[in-house]
């Protein structure tokens, strides 16, 4: 069957042909349905610092997952063959798909059942594969590490593919949301998930008292400018690493007793909280659907920031 695969950086990614899975004990094989496309996948391509991840390659990339039980391995008996599934991509196999293991922009993909999360009915594949990690991530960094409740004031800055999805599940928990994006052309998306107030720049929030900020971007300043809009005990969470340090302001930290806090993908139960709350279409992210054949391109479209949302690629009906 076809792949696309990862060879080494700076090169694209490679068509090959490769052999059909087939599962071990406690293993399943899926038919991908849909693989999601992530700005990891354009940081492997790009920078060497990710080959440390990918210890053995090729390998096929493609770490957002969903499809429908195909096989499954000797003593499988919570699974069946029709199983509507996503992939968490930090499960409890401790192996990250397109990372430690073959993953989705393939055909087929073997997947350990302790990575597996159901899917509700009525939820799209397109939907469960954004959700394994864009809608696990937004979700675990803004209610599992944030824990924002209803009332709370709530910033979220950078409107991508997280802070959409961040936002917007902010206001169905029945909080205050505002919006910090530096891209004018996203502001329309802002008012359309609900949030009350969207500017340019998180350092317009300063002094604004805010329970809750989540840092979707991570572009140091970003954060540093999250803790002057937070009250005294208030939660900054940093989830993006637009830049990899920040200087933060010692009389903001101490006086406040600033709560600044590193967020790091999630898990399978943020993944089936996510998706409850997209099959009822409560949270309804912007996403580009592609092809199989078309991975590659979508990936140079993120890499050109020419995509609003999350891309994911159908793969087969």
């Known amino acids: ?8 950086t700076h090169e694209p990614l490679v068509l090959n042909e490769i052999p ?3 599962p071990g004990p406690g293993e399943v094989v899926l038919d991908v349905k849909a693989a999601g496309l992530c700005h990891s996948d354009v940081g492997v391509l790009d920078d060497e610092g990710w080959l440390g991840m990918i210890p053995n390659r090729p390998i096929t990339m493609g770490h957002e997952i969903a499809g429908v039980i195909r096989a499954v391995g000797p003593d499988v008996t919570d699974w069946a063959v029709g199983d509507r599934v996503g992939v968490c991509p930090t499960g409890d196999s401790g192996v990250s798909p397109g990372y430690g293991r073959d993953g989705g922009f393939s055909f087929q993909h ?17 939907l ?9 991530t937004a979700y675990h960094a803004l209610m599992t590490i944030g824990g924002a409740k209803a009332g709370d004031k709530v910033g979220i800055i950078g409107l991508g593919g997280l802070g959409q999805v961040g936002a917007r599940v902010a206001v169905v928990t029945g909080c205050e949301v505002h919006v910090a994006e530096v891209n004018d052309a996203v502001w329309p998306l802002a008012h ?26 991570g572009f140091g300043t970003t954060t540093a400018n999250a803790v002057k809009a937070i009250r005294r005990d208030g939660t900054v969470v940093l989830v993006g690493m637009g830049k990899l340090q920040l ?29 409850d709350l997209l099959a009822s279409g409560a949270v309804r992210p912007s996403t580009t659907v592609i092809t199989f ?17 999350r891309v994911v690629a159908h793969v087969a009906d």
Request: with cysteine; glycine share 12%.
């Open 20 to 22: 059909e899975p087939t």
């Open 247 to 275: 200087t933060l302001d010692t009389m903001d930290m101490i006086l406040k007793q600033a709560r600044v806090l590193g967020s790091n993908g999630g898990t399978k139960a943020d993944v089936a909280a996510c998706y």
């Open 1 to 8: 069957m076809k792949a696309w695969q990862f060879t080494t």
């Open 293 to 309: 054949e078309e991975i590659p391109e979508g990936i140079d479209r993120l890499r050109r920031h020419e995509v609003t949302g």
């Open 192 to 217: 359309e998930v609900g949030a009350t107030g969207v500017v340019h720049d998180a350092a317009e929030w300063a002094g604004q008292d805010f329970d809750l900020v989540v840092d979707y971007a």
């Open 110 to 126: 073997r997947v350990s059942t302790g990575d597996l999360v159901r899917m509700p009915d009525g939820l799209s594949f397109e």
């Open 128 to 136: 469960a594969a954004l959700g394994t990690d864009a809608g696990m």
